[in-house]
């Protein structure tokens, strides 16, 4: 299914056009499939977006913590992030994971999963797993957890 689903963002990715204004996001995250859960997780949040990837949001205990990490399918030129917000400050875009991007015969050919570094999620601490594919003006996002 997630492959489907790929092929759909893909090819609705190549068809898109390349941005002139800011980035929209968009948050809506749903519980990952259990497919797509790794070990450890104590929780895990998906989120897709028209024209964009898809991207999951890890979050484990780590030392005794919470801790999140960001995993997504961009194609090359995409790009997965985290932003954070401490104590209900501006939001921080960390670990950003370029997907670089291939020949020059069709840049879009191909989808790359990307993982960001693991951050802290703790008490006063507000992360979401974001992702864009080259271009897009869109950009998938969890919400804040």
């Known amino acids: 299914m997630r492959m489907k ?30 497919s797509e859960r790794w070990e450890g997780d104590r929780k895990c949040y998906s989120s897709t977006a028209r024209n964009v990837a898809l991207v999951d949001l890890h979050i484990q205990k780590k030392q005794g913590r919470d801790h999140a990490r960001a995993a997504g399918w961009v194609e ?11 104590d209900g400050g501006a939001a921080k875009r960390v670990h950003l994971k370029r997907v670089p991007k291939g020949g ?20 006063g601490y507000l992360v979401r797993g ?3 594919n080259a271009g897009d003006r869109l950009k998938a996002c969890t919400g804040w957890h």
């Open 5 to 34: 689903i790929m092929g759909v963002l893909l090819a609705a990715a190549a068809a898109a056009a390349l941005p002139t204004g800011p980035a929209t996001s968009v948050a809506a995250d749903k519980p990952c499939p259990a």
């Open 76 to 86: 090359e030129g995409g790009a997965v992030w985290m932003e954070v917000r401490k």
């Open 104 to 123: 020059t015969s069709n840049p879009h050919a191909a989808s790359r999963q990307k993982s960001t570094g693991w951050h802290y999620d703790g008490p």
């Open 130 to 132: 974001c992702a864009a």
